[in-house]
């Protein structure tokens, strides 16, 4: 699978389906070798659409490029996962496909957006706090080889739709 090329080439952003399940799990296995879910959790996950929503992200050819999974039980929504393909990196997948979780938490009346991301992902942990998230805890030796997980939290109250539009980048 190859990511687009050029940083506007993904098309949409879309409700996960069972039929997309095979190609998230092949981008789950490649990109998380240690920590992936077992192809089974992919459908369990899409069987609980109560709690559950998740997003696809697809390329012009119609290839998925990331996916991005929330639970919600009120008054928490939690990120379950969120990703995306080698090549498709610096696209702008990413913030959208975690745009859409928050958008959709604050939609089912959640108070706040957790996640938990590895301490040795700078990357990412720029990515969330760009959207206001704080880290509130750690969670030592989380991930399966050991590294720390940082938990973070973004109240929703501060949300206004978009990460440049947060109440605490305005104040």
Same mark, same amino acid.
């Given at each position: 699978?190859?990511?687009?090329?050029?940083?506007?080439?993904? #098309?949409?952003?879309?409700?996960?389906?069972?039929?997309?399940? +095979?190609? =998230?799990?092949?981008?789950?296995? +490649?990109?998380?070798?240690?920590?992936?879910?077992?192809?089974?959790?992919?459908?369990?996950?899409?069987?609980?659409?109560?709690?559950?929503?998740?997003?696809?992200?697809? $390329?012009? $050819?119609?290839?998925? =490029?990331?996916? +991005?999974? *929330?639970?919600? =039980?009120?008054?928490?929504?939690?990120?379950? #996962?969120?990703?995306?393909?080698?090549?498709?990196?610096? +696209?702008?997948?990413?913030?959208?496909?975690?745009? #859409?979780?928050?958008?959709?938490?604050?939609?089912?009346?959640?108070?706040? =957006? *957790?996640?938990?991301?590895?301490?040795?992902?700078? %990357?990412?942990?720029?990515?969330?706090?760009?959207?206001?998230?704080?880290?509130?805890?750690?969670?030592?030796?989380?991930?399966?080889? !050991?590294?720390?997980?940082?938990?973070? %939290?973004?109240?929703?109250?501060?949300?206004? !739709?978009?990460?440049?539009?947060?109440?605490? $980048?305005?104040?």
């Amino acid at each position: 699978m190859t990511g687009p090329s050029r940083p506007d080439s993904f #098309t949409a952003i879309r409700p996960m389906t069972f039929d997309d399940i +095979a190609a =998230v799990n092949g981008l789950e296995q +490649a990109l998380f070798p240690v920590d992936a879910w077992p192809l089974q959790m992919f459908y369990d996950e899409l069987n609980q659409a109560d709690t559950r929503s998740y997003y696809v992200a697809e $390329d012009p $050819d119609g290839d998925v =490029v990331g996916y +991005a999974g *929330l639970m919600c =039980v009120l008054p928490i929504a939690d990120v379950q #996962t969120i990703a995306v393909a080698p090549g498709a990196e610096g +696209a702008g997948i990413g913030s959208a496909l975690l745009e #859409t979780l928050i958008n959709e938490a604050k939609q089912r009346g959640a108070d706040d =957006v *957790l996640l938990e991301v590895r301490a040795d992902n700078p %990357r990412a942990q720029r990515l969330y706090r760009w959207f206001g998230f704080e880290q509130i805890h750690v969670r030592p030796r989380y991930y399966r080889d !050991g590294a720390d997980a940082l938990i973070m %939290r973004l109240p929703l109250s501060a949300w206004n !739709g978009s990460p440049r539009a947060t109440t605490k $980048d305005t104040e």
